[in-house]
């Protein structure tokens, strides 16, 4: 029936474009509430904590991307988005989610560019939340 239709199938190899980079990088109220909330030593110690292991969720979503684990994949992703919301990251979790949802669609997989977009913006929401929260 898709042969007389005309209608292509999705490649299997397609790629996820880098998500949306006009996301707010950092959820205001969210921060205010944790500056509300939190002491500063608090704070310095959840922020430690984020920067600690971010590193291992950076690597873990990378190898999980190039080996093509794609449950490893989509649990590191919603491990990290829910981090990151909890601090008012929301550029971050945004990026998180789209590769959360590509362990989860078997027609898509992460890029190199997403992978790269993914530290980028976790570089910079660490050096915002720094400022923001400590």
């Known amino acids: 029936m898709k042969t007389w239709l005309n209608v292509s199938e999705p490649s299997p190899a397609a790629t996820v474009a880098p998500f949306a980079a006009d996301e707010e990088l950092l959820d205001s109220a969210v921060v205010l509430e944790l500056c509300d909330t939190l002491t500063l030593e608090m704070r310095s110690s959840l922020m430690a904590t ?12 990378s190898g999980a991307a190039r080996r093509g684990d794609r449950l490893g994949l989509k649990r590191t992703a919603h491990m990290l988005k829910g981090s990151a ?50």
């Open 50 to 61: 984020f920067e600690a292991t971010l590193p291992a969720c950076l690597a873990d979503i």
């Open 85 to 134: 919301a909890t601090l008012g990251a929301c550029r971050l979790a945004c990026a998180c989610q789209s590769i959360e949802q590509t362990g989860r669609d078997l027609d898509r997989t992460v890029g190199d560019a997403e992978l790269e977009a993914l530290r980028a913006t976790a570089r910079t929401t660490c050096r915002a939340l720094r400022k923001q929260l400590l």
